[in-house]
């Protein structure tokens, strides 16, 4: 019984950041330390694939994947993690709702491929190569992981325990979740370890926002100037907060830049970009349709907006022509 | 004496519903039968059937009244009654759409001057491209009344020579073509 | 584990509604599929539901079958969502646990292919089962009904409104445009098929207005605003100036007799124009209020503050008061009626039969003043020219009927023109030709009425008029009015010569009916006139609760209809009234308090200012009692916070998931 | 092996059946209350005749209809979405008409950029008079979204994960 119990992390499809955030805990990762064993973390220590696999399914207490599922392999290594992890945790934005890497889903596999391959204006790829699945040279055979169709969430590929949302996920929610964890009173499966409201709740210019909003212009945060000390929305700058949901502590509109909704939406939305589209357009001022359509030029990109962090697993989840 | 009594069994209420579906004449069941039209056309005085008489024997499915009436031919087509109807039924082209039908039937007034000039019109255009009025009027007076040569002879010589009527015939570049481009119509 | 959760228990009544549904929709196959639906007890097919047996049905096995969700497929929830809501409370459950799915209006009697219609019931019954799983236990809010009524326009529809309310000890404002109520009827010579004087049986009524306690009447004013609800009802009315004190104006006229303008030069409105006033003037004897008024366009004083003011000179009273400005007066009530009467067609849209272009031809309008004893010529068929008719033409269907001025019968031009006839015949000897298309004559006496003036000599031409000018192609045409018109029964067009045409011209809506429309918050049909609520089981009720319909601004009707529709809408509202509360349809919105994180973004959206922003809390909250249940804020709330009873996220998303299910 | 070839035969069949001639839309409605609903009841009242691809979900007012609705009702299978609502300025709540109105300018941008065709969203203005446009939109609606041929969202997130399924094989055999 005096075995400390075992955790995992592992990195999909994402920046690194959240492996980042971890580190991040600075002295505090003594803590953690001292409460569990880590028993694998490729981006920190030697364990290797077969490690985990000789382990007996469930060994794990909990793993906190990162990432968005984007290969085969990435796939394989979440199902493997699944079967050996008591708790499946998906960690920060990428594992949680596709993250950035989800705005992937605007675009076909193939439209990609070439993208990168071939048409990007700093490739030079006169022959047009390709990565393949597979190549043999000498006798030697190399296998390389298949590129999806789609990038997905952790849970659009097996079921996940616990959320911990973020891009990446902050230092403080990552202690209050392990300490959750290890303190045995589990919340109930699926939760989202993190506040139910929306940003705007902790939001220090929350008293700022006037009540009675109504929007002439959208603003680009790098086309114009955002005022200190008043709500970033209601200056006409595409602010998340209102659909996204707390924990952060509000820390990129402190730094005077917009919430870009990297915390998802609170459970009792299905789709945050929907709502947040529905707020801000409810709250437009002209009745007119060529002066409403005038105000949205604001916002050229409705998905690149609104779905920032959450395309994957938004309601429509992908462009419809990608599969 | 012939009977003025008709039987069902005469009437085709499917051809007035034929009729219905021609463009312009979508609105014939819409008629109230209040007689504007009539009232209204300036030639309703010669005719044998008012307007308003032909639609309700369309409706009724009467074709052989409807079609060799000569109400069809006296249609000058000033829309009068178009305009007034209050149903806003195009009178006016349910009596082309009559014209039409009686001539693929050829179920019109014999000598009947309206559709031989028609026919004739459209014979000339084709083969020359061009309306002749000289061709025309011989070929009209010679089909639908040829002693009309002996009371028409003083007027017509007058015109010619007075240069309003032209016994030229003048033709189109490449009639051939257009002649061939007339044909399938034909078939049709 | 607080509280176990309740298994989910339903029952679904699929209605045949005779043949209506049945005829259409395979019933059997849909209760079949709904029987095979999860969480699905009961599933059942049957005649007409909402029958009293039908809905005993329902009663009977909540209490058997412990059924705790109501589905009934039906006809419209506009029609019989209160029936079955009765009828699953009567079974001891909440009332809204009950789902209505409209498989009438919706399905049977709009499509072609059965196959079809019952693939569609299907999905909706579909949707229906999987949205009462997430139905809550609602109850509806009871409001206090303030007793007062208000109606609008004094025409007859509106008189006999607001006499049946006051009589009834209701207190009724009552607001008229014009200056004088009375309406079209008070200008009517006679009235069919009676023929007994509009006059003598409209007065009386309009002085009891007057005189009852617990009217009050305020001509020339119009409603400027409303506001509230069903039972509660903020009104605010304009009251022009007519710069007489009716406080102190008595009705002598004396002021008219005084006035700059020695000669009445003016036209009379209540003449059609054909008699004339002054700028001051009482619009006519029995005018009541009995006031006098002063047209603001034609007096010199208001138009240029340069008079003598003989007027006020001459009042012993003081009562004429140049300074009166428009008023506006705020008033309370707790139901509407309103009688805002109609417009006659105005005839020069017709231009084939020359009104305005020919001097002898005549509104029915017109002629109706013409004919009246105490109209501009004193009941004499005199034309404008000074002669005698001899013979007149009397054109039905004026502006009705027509695809190009208003597609519908206006229902009382029949009558009138043939009461005109009769009149015209009766006053001036002239031989008279009425040309109709059809004659309508389908009320209580007026078939008799009609073959009472086919024995009186007058003309019946059918055939509607082409045209009518001045053209003469004969010498019997030399000075007269030339009508053209097939006669349809000859089959031949003929020519009559007349000197007199009278255009019965049809009824239309007001002008400004979408103006009224909007003020009211309620509907008009594709011709213009207001909307009722149900054409047969609700006529005299609008969408919007507590505001009814009484008279011609409901659609064309005669005088005995509109009275009787003018009943009909003070006893809805005196049951409104009386029964001293309105309950409220649950559906509001609600912010949960703990869920919200006072973004404000759902403030501005309130038309109703429902939503508040409570600085202590640093939240949003609503406040149920202004809230009328639109759901805007829940479909704009980012953080899905506000939920709407009756309409809440889980429901609607069932449904969606319901309607799709085979998909 | 051969059951899943046959399977991946059979899903091509249904469809290939999906788009050919056969092909029905399906299409959710939300219908006001005061205005549309209360229309669509009048053409039932009147026997109009249109197509039976609509299914109507009854909300109190076009402003309560959030945009959630009309993505999840593609996500669950919807060909077309349709929304009716009160003339601008007849709004039963005075302007509820108006905030969909705006988000509706800024969602069919969206479904644009997503790849769903503008004839499948569709919002129009219909009072409660007007059975016969009740009839001619739908009708229209249906034709063009017929034209388009099926959308399947559904069928498609299934078909896209089936490069899941083929690992999910593999893992579970490599397991046993």
């Given at each position: 019984m005096s075995e400390k119990p075992k955790v995992g992390f592992y990195w999909c499809a994402s920046c690194g950041g959240c492996e980042e955030s971890v580190v991040d805990l600075a002295e505090g990762i003594l803590d953690v330390v001292k409460a569990v064993d880590i028993v694998f973390w490729p981006v920190a220590m030697d364990f290797k694939r077969k490690d985990v696999e000789a382990m007996p399914d469930g060994a794990i207490l909990a793993t906190l994947l990162n990432g968005a599922v984007r290969s085969g392999e990435q796939e394989e290594m979440v199902r493997l993690l699944r079967r050996k992890s008591k708790l499946l945790i998906a960690y920060g934005s990428c594992a949680h709702t596709g993250g950035i890497p989800g705005l992937a889903n605007q675009f076909s596999r193939e439209e990609i491929l070439k993208f990168v391959y071939q048409e990007s204006p700093s490739t030079a790829n006169e022959k047009n190569t390709r990565p393949q699945t597979r190549f043999a040279e000498e006798g030697r055979e190399t296998h390389l992981p298949e590129l999806h169709q789609v990038v997905r969430s952790l849970d659009q590929v097996v079921e996940v325990d616990y959320y911990l949302p973020g891009?990446?996920?902050?230092p403080n929610l990552l202690k209050n979740a392990l300490g959750v964890l290890l303190s045995g009173k589990l919340p109930p499966k699926g939760a989202v370890l993190a506040p139910e409201t929306a940003l705007c709740n902790e939001c220090?210019?929350?008293?700022?926002?006037?009540?009675?909003v109504a929007f002439k212009e959208f603003k680009r945060p790098h086309l114009a100037r955002i005022e200190t000390d008043k709500c970033i929305l209601a200056q006409g700058f595409m602010c998340m907060g209102p659909a996204t949901r707390a924990g952060c502590g509000a820390q990129c509109v402190q730094g005077n830049m917009p919430c870009t909704g990297c915390f998802g939406a609170t459970s009792r939305v299905r789709d945050q970009g929907a709502k947040m589209l529905s707020s801000v357009c409810s709250n437009i001022d002209p009745k007119e349709e060529p002066e409403i359509d005038k105000v949205l030029e604001g916002i050229p990109d409705p998905v690149g907006t609104f779905y920032r962090y959450g395309l994957a697993r938004s309601l429509l989840r992908r462009k419809v022509s990608t599969v | 004496m012939e009977r003025q009594i008709r039987y069902q069994r005469e009437a085709r209420p499917a051809w007035g519903a034929e009729i219905a579906k021609l463009p312009g004449c979508e609105r014939l069941y819409s008629c109230i039968q209040c007689g504007t039209c009539s009232g209204t056309?300036?030639?309703?005085?010669?005719?044998?059937?008012t307007p308003r008489r032909v639609i309700a024997l369309i409706r009724e499915g009467f074709y052989k009244d409807a079609l060799s009436c000569r109400t069809i031919w006296l249609c000058a087509s000033c829309y009068s009654c178009s305009s007034r109807c209050p149903q806003d039924i195009k009178v006016t082209d349910i009596m082309y759409a009559l014209k039409r039908e009686a001539i693929k039937r050829k179920v019109y007034p014999s000598r009947f001057p309206t559709p031989v000039l028609a026919r004739e019109f459209y014979r000339l255009v084709k083969m020359f491209g061009r309306n002749s009025e000289f061709l025309l009027v011989f070929l009209l007076t010679l089909k639908t009344n040829p002693l009309g040569f002996l009371t028409m002879a003083r007027t017509g010589i007058a015109l010619l020579l007075t240069g309003r009527l032209s016994p030229k015939v003048e033709m189109i570049r490449d009639a051939a073509r257009l002649r061939k481009a007339l044909e399938p119509k034909e078939v049709a | 584990m607080s509280k176990p959760v309740e298994e989910i228990r339903i029952g679904v009544y699929v209605c045949h509604c005779g043949t209506n549904i049945a005829g259409m929709v395979d019933v059997k196959n849909v209760a079949d599929f709904a029987s095979r639906l999860p969480g699905v007890t009961v599933s059942r097919e049957y005649k007409y539901m909402c029958s009293d047996p039908g809905q005993e049905l329902i009663r009977q096995d909540i209490k058997e079958h412990r059924l705790n969700r109501i589905v009934v497929a039906s006809c419209s929830p506009l029609l019989h969502e209160e029936t079955f809501r009765a009828a699953t409370a009567k079974g001891g459950?909440?009332?809204?646990f009950f789902h209505l799915v409209n498989i009438r209006e919706h399905d049977s009697w709009v499509h072609e292919n059965r196959q079809d219609a019952t693939a569609k019931a299907n999905a909706l019954v579909h949707a229906a089962v999987e949205r009462v799983r997430s139905h809550k236990a609602l109850t509806k809010k009871q409001v206090p009904v303030n007793p007062a009524v208000l109606v609008v326009g004094g025409g007859i529809a509106g008189i006999h409104a607001a006499l049946t309310l006051a009589n009834a000890g209701k207190k009724v404002y009552l607001v008229e445009r014009e200056p004088t109520i009375g309406g079209h009827m008070a200008k009517f010579d006679k009235t069919f098929p009676t023929l007994d004087c509009a006059a003598c049986i409209l007065t009386p009524k309009m002085s009891s207005v007057k005189s009852h306690k617990n009217i009050t009447l305020w001509s020339y004013s119009e409603v400027s605003r409303i506001e509230g609800y069903v039972g509660n009802f903020e009104v605010t009315v304009r009251r022009q100036p007519r710069y007489v004190r009716e406080d102190l104006c008595v009705g002598c006229m004396e002021c008219i007799d005084a006035c700059v303008f020695k000669e009445a030069k003016f036209p009379n409105e209540f003449d059609e124009g054909l008699g004339k006033r002054k700028p001051i003037y009482v619009p006519f004897p029995q005018a009541t209020p009995k006031v006098a008024v002063i047209d603001p366009d034609r007096c010199l004083n208001v138009k240029t503050g340069k008079c003598k003011k003989s007027c006020v000179a001459s009042c012993d009273r003081g009562a004429i008061d140049f300074t009166q400005k428009p008023e506006d007066r705020q008033i309370k009530v707790g139901a509407v009626v309103v009688a805002t009467g109609f417009k006659a067609f105005d005839a020069k849209r017709s231009p084939q039969y020359g009104y305005g272009v020919y001097p002898n031809v005549y509104t029915s309008l017109e002629v109706e003043r013409l004919v009246n004893a105490s109209g501009p010529t004193s009941g004499e068929v005199v034309l404008r020219d000074g002669r005698h008719p001899k013979t007149v033409g009397i054109i039905h269907c004026v502006g009705s009927r027509e695809e190009h001025t208003n597609r519908w019968c206006s229902r009382v031009c029949c009558m009138y023109s043939l009461k005109l006839a009769h009149l015209v015949k009766e006053h001036s000897g002239a031989e008279v030709f009425n040309f109709y298309i059809d004659m309508r004559t389908p009320g209580k006496s007026f078939e008799e009425f009609y073959q009472k003036l086919l024995k009186e000599g007058v003309h019946f031409v059918r055939g509607k008029v082409a045209e009518v000018n001045d053209w003469v192609l004969d010498p019997s045409e030399q000075g007269k009015l030339v009508i053209r018109v097939e006669d349809t029964l000859l089959g031949t067009v003929r020519r009559i010569p007349v000197d007199m045409v009278v255009l019965g011209v049809g009824l239309e809506p007001h002008a400004d009916a979408q103006e009224v429309r909007r003020l009211f918050n309620i509907s008009c049909g594709t011709e213009g006139f207001f909307l009722e609520r149900?054409?047969?089981?609700?006529?005299?009720?609008?969408?919007?609760?507590g505001i009814f319909l009484a008279g011609c601004c409901q659609g064309p009707k005669d005088i005995p209809d509109t009275v009787a529709q003018a009943g009909a809408a003070a006893a809805e509202a005196l049951a409104l009234i009386d029964s001293g509360h309105v309950e409220l349809e649950p559906n509001t919105a609600y912010i949960v308090e703990e869920e919200c994180s006072g973004c404000k973004s759902c403030v501005p959206l309130c038309p109703y200012k429902a939503i508040s922003y409570v600085e202590d809390k640093k939240k949003a909250v609503i406040n149920e009692a202004l809230c009328k249940g639109c759901g805007t804020c829940v479909g704009a709330c980012p953080s899905s916070s506000i939920k709407q009873n009756l309409f809440e996220d889980e429901q609607v998303f069932s449904e969606i998931r319901g309607v799709l299910a085979d998909v | 092996m051969a059951g899943a070839m046959l399977n991946l035969i059979m899903e091509n069949q249904t469809s290939t059946n999906g788009t050919a001639s056969g092909f029905e839309p399906r299409i959710v409605a939300f219908f006001c209350n005061w205005c549309t609903y209360t229309a669509a009841d009048l053409a039932g009242v009147s026997r109009l005749k249109y197509a039976a691809n609509v299914r109507v979900v009854r909300v109190m007012c076009s402003g309560r209809v959030d945009p959630q609705f009309i993505l999840d009702a593609f996500a669950k299978g919807a060909d077309g979405v349709l929304i009716g609502g009160c003339h601008p300025g007849d709004c039963h709540y005075i302007e509820g008409n108006y905030k969909l109105l705006r988000r509706v300018r800024l969602l069919h941008r969206m479904l644009r950029d997503m790849g769903i065709e503008d004839d499948r969203f569709r919002l129009e203005w219909i009072s409660a008079a007007e059975g016969e446009k009740v009839k001619t939109v739908i009708n229209d609606m249906v034709e063009k979204v017929r034209k388009l041929g099926p959308l399947q969202l559904p069928q498609r997130f299934r078909d896209g994960d089936k490069e899941l399924e083929g690992e999910q094989l593999k893992a579970e055999a490599a397991h046993v």
């Amino acid at each position: 019984m005096s075995e400390k119990p075992k955790v995992g992390f592992y990195w999909c499809a994402s920046c690194g950041g959240c492996e980042e955030s971890v580190v991040d805990l600075a002295e505090g990762i003594l803590d953690v330390v001292k409460a569990v064993d880590i028993v694998f973390w490729p981006v920190a220590m030697d364990f290797k694939r077969k490690d985990v696999e000789a382990m007996p399914d469930g060994a794990i207490l909990a793993t906190l994947l990162n990432g968005a599922v984007r290969s085969g392999e990435q796939e394989e290594m979440v199902r493997l993690l699944r079967r050996k992890s008591k708790l499946l945790i998906a960690y920060g934005s990428c594992a949680h709702t596709g993250g950035i890497p989800g705005l992937a889903n605007q675009f076909s596999r193939e439209e990609i491929l070439k993208f990168v391959y071939q048409e990007s204006p700093s490739t030079a790829n006169e022959k047009n190569t390709r990565p393949q699945t597979r190549f043999a040279e000498e006798g030697r055979e190399t296998h390389l992981p298949e590129l999806h169709q789609v990038v997905r969430s952790l849970d659009q590929v097996v079921e996940v325990d616990y959320y911990l949302p973020g891009c990446p996920p902050t230092p403080n929610l990552l202690k209050n979740a392990l300490g959750v964890l290890l303190s045995g009173k589990l919340p109930p499966k699926g939760a989202v370890l993190a506040p139910e409201t929306a940003l705007c709740n902790e939001c220090p210019r929350k008293d700022s926002k006037p009540q009675d909003v109504a929007f002439k212009e959208f603003k680009r945060p790098h086309l114009a100037r955002i005022e200190t000390d008043k709500c970033i929305l209601a200056q006409g700058f595409m602010c998340m907060g209102p659909a996204t949901r707390a924990g952060c502590g509000a820390q990129c509109v402190q730094g005077n830049m917009p919430c870009t909704g990297c915390f998802g939406a609170t459970s009792r939305v299905r789709d945050q970009g929907a709502k947040m589209l529905s707020s801000v357009c409810s709250n437009i001022d002209p009745k007119e349709e060529p002066e409403i359509d005038k105000v949205l030029e604001g916002i050229p990109d409705p998905v690149g907006t609104f779905y920032r962090y959450g395309l994957a697993r938004s309601l429509l989840r992908r462009k419809v022509s990608t599969v | 004496m012939e009977r003025q009594i008709r039987y069902q069994r005469e009437a085709r209420p499917a051809w007035g519903a034929e009729i219905a579906k021609l463009p312009g004449c979508e609105r014939l069941y819409s008629c109230i039968q209040c007689g504007t039209c009539s009232g209204t056309c300036p030639m309703s005085l010669y005719m044998d059937y008012t307007p308003r008489r032909v639609i309700a024997l369309i409706r009724e499915g009467f074709y052989k009244d409807a079609l060799s009436c000569r109400t069809i031919w006296l249609c000058a087509s000033c829309y009068s009654c178009s305009s007034r109807c209050p149903q806003d039924i195009k009178v006016t082209d349910i009596m082309y759409a009559l014209k039409r039908e009686a001539i693929k039937r050829k179920v019109y007034p014999s000598r009947f001057p309206t559709p031989v000039l028609a026919r004739e019109f459209y014979r000339l255009v084709k083969m020359f491209g061009r309306n002749s009025e000289f061709l025309l009027v011989f070929l009209l007076t010679l089909k639908t009344n040829p002693l009309g040569f002996l009371t028409m002879a003083r007027t017509g010589i007058a015109l010619l020579l007075t240069g309003r009527l032209s016994p030229k015939v003048e033709m189109i570049r490449d009639a051939a073509r257009l002649r061939k481009a007339l044909e399938p119509k034909e078939v049709a | 584990m607080s509280k176990p959760v309740e298994e989910i228990r339903i029952g679904v009544y699929v209605c045949h509604c005779g043949t209506n549904i049945a005829g259409m929709v395979d019933v059997k196959n849909v209760a079949d599929f709904a029987s095979r639906l999860p969480g699905v007890t009961v599933s059942r097919e049957y005649k007409y539901m909402c029958s009293d047996p039908g809905q005993e049905l329902i009663r009977q096995d909540i209490k058997e079958h412990r059924l705790n969700r109501i589905v009934v497929a039906s006809c419209s929830p506009l029609l019989h969502e209160e029936t079955f809501r009765a009828a699953t409370a009567k079974g001891g459950l909440n009332p809204f646990f009950f789902h209505l799915v409209n498989i009438r209006e919706h399905d049977s009697w709009v499509h072609e292919n059965r196959q079809d219609a019952t693939a569609k019931a299907n999905a909706l019954v579909h949707a229906a089962v999987e949205r009462v799983r997430s139905h809550k236990a609602l109850t509806k809010k009871q409001v206090p009904v303030n007793p007062a009524v208000l109606v609008v326009g004094g025409g007859i529809a509106g008189i006999h409104a607001a006499l049946t309310l006051a009589n009834a000890g209701k207190k009724v404002y009552l607001v008229e445009r014009e200056p004088t109520i009375g309406g079209h009827m008070a200008k009517f010579d006679k009235t069919f098929p009676t023929l007994d004087c509009a006059a003598c049986i409209l007065t009386p009524k309009m002085s009891s207005v007057k005189s009852h306690k617990n009217i009050t009447l305020w001509s020339y004013s119009e409603v400027s605003r409303i506001e509230g609800y069903v039972g509660n009802f903020e009104v605010t009315v304009r009251r022009q100036p007519r710069y007489v004190r009716e406080d102190l104006c008595v009705g002598c006229m004396e002021c008219i007799d005084a006035c700059v303008f020695k000669e009445a030069k003016f036209p009379n409105e209540f003449d059609e124009g054909l008699g004339k006033r002054k700028p001051i003037y009482v619009p006519f004897p029995q005018a009541t209020p009995k006031v006098a008024v002063i047209d603001p366009d034609r007096c010199l004083n208001v138009k240029t503050g340069k008079c003598k003011k003989s007027c006020v000179a001459s009042c012993d009273r003081g009562a004429i008061d140049f300074t009166q400005k428009p008023e506006d007066r705020q008033i309370k009530v707790g139901a509407v009626v309103v009688a805002t009467g109609f417009k006659a067609f105005d005839a020069k849209r017709s231009p084939q039969y020359g009104y305005g272009v020919y001097p002898n031809v005549y509104t029915s309008l017109e002629v109706e003043r013409l004919v009246n004893a105490s109209g501009p010529t004193s009941g004499e068929v005199v034309l404008r020219d000074g002669r005698h008719p001899k013979t007149v033409g009397i054109i039905h269907c004026v502006g009705s009927r027509e695809e190009h001025t208003n597609r519908w019968c206006s229902r009382v031009c029949c009558m009138y023109s043939l009461k005109l006839a009769h009149l015209v015949k009766e006053h001036s000897g002239a031989e008279v030709f009425n040309f109709y298309i059809d004659m309508r004559t389908p009320g209580k006496s007026f078939e008799e009425f009609y073959q009472k003036l086919l024995k009186e000599g007058v003309h019946f031409v059918r055939g509607k008029v082409a045209e009518v000018n001045d053209w003469v192609l004969d010498p019997s045409e030399q000075g007269k009015l030339v009508i053209r018109v097939e006669d349809t029964l000859l089959g031949t067009v003929r020519r009559i010569p007349v000197d007199m045409v009278v255009l019965g011209v049809g009824l239309e809506p007001h002008a400004d009916a979408q103006e009224v429309r909007r003020l009211f918050n309620i509907s008009c049909g594709t011709e213009g006139f207001f909307l009722e609520r149900h054409p047969k089981l609700a006529p005299v009720n609008t969408f919007t609760d507590g505001i009814f319909l009484a008279g011609c601004c409901q659609g064309p009707k005669d005088i005995p209809d509109t009275v009787a529709q003018a009943g009909a809408a003070a006893a809805e509202a005196l049951a409104l009234i009386d029964s001293g509360h309105v309950e409220l349809e649950p559906n509001t919105a609600y912010i949960v308090e703990e869920e919200c994180s006072g973004c404000k973004s759902c403030v501005p959206l309130c038309p109703y200012k429902a939503i508040s922003y409570v600085e202590d809390k640093k939240k949003a909250v609503i406040n149920e009692a202004l809230c009328k249940g639109c759901g805007t804020c829940v479909g704009a709330c980012p953080s899905s916070s506000i939920k709407q009873n009756l309409f809440e996220d889980e429901q609607v998303f069932s449904e969606i998931r319901g309607v799709l299910a085979d998909v | 092996m051969a059951g899943a070839m046959l399977n991946l035969i059979m899903e091509n069949q249904t469809s290939t059946n999906g788009t050919a001639s056969g092909f029905e839309p399906r299409i959710v409605a939300f219908f006001c209350n005061w205005c549309t609903y209360t229309a669509a009841d009048l053409a039932g009242v009147s026997r109009l005749k249109y197509a039976a691809n609509v299914r109507v979900v009854r909300v109190m007012c076009s402003g309560r209809v959030d945009p959630q609705f009309i993505l999840d009702a593609f996500a669950k299978g919807a060909d077309g979405v349709l929304i009716g609502g009160c003339h601008p300025g007849d709004c039963h709540y005075i302007e509820g008409n108006y905030k969909l109105l705006r988000r509706v300018r800024l969602l069919h941008r969206m479904l644009r950029d997503m790849g769903i065709e503008d004839d499948r969203f569709r919002l129009e203005w219909i009072s409660a008079a007007e059975g016969e446009k009740v009839k001619t939109v739908i009708n229209d609606m249906v034709e063009k979204v017929r034209k388009l041929g099926p959308l399947q969202l559904p069928q498609r997130f299934r078909d896209g994960d089936k490069e899941l399924e083929g690992e999910q094989l593999k893992a579970e055999a490599a397991h046993v």
